[in-house]
């Protein structure tokens, strides 16, 4: 069986690298740091399961709202907002993710939902 496809969209390398100890062995982990590498992993992995996606990938203001709306044009999967700011999240929401959490929360959150 195969593992489920999960993209990364996260800048911070401390959250790339235990994200990938916790989950890599069972989960097929596709890290990107840049909107720009979100875009070719995704456009390249039309069997992504997952999408994780960070509200701030340069600064601290939420740039990835235009990811997230692109991304909800072809792709009916889960989206899990991923901020410590609940208005970024509640923006991300807005643009198309259909879950939300705080970044701290993440693990747990992400194991509900591929398991529900």
Known sequence: MSKIK?????DNE??????VQKFG???DIFQAHSKWLAREFFEANP???IIIMDACLDDHIPDTLDLTRDFRVTFSGK????????IYR??????GCSHSCHKDDLFEKF???VNS
């Open 6 to 10: 999960v993209l990364v969209v996260e």
């Open 14 to 19: 401390r959250w790339q690298v235990w994200f």
């Open 25 to 27: 062995n069972d989960f």
């Open 47 to 49: 069997d992504i399961g």
């Open 79 to 86: 989206i899990i907002a991923s901020s410590s700011s609940e």
């Open 90 to 95: 509640e923006q991300q929401v807005k643009a």
């Open 111 to 113: 194991l509900e939902i």
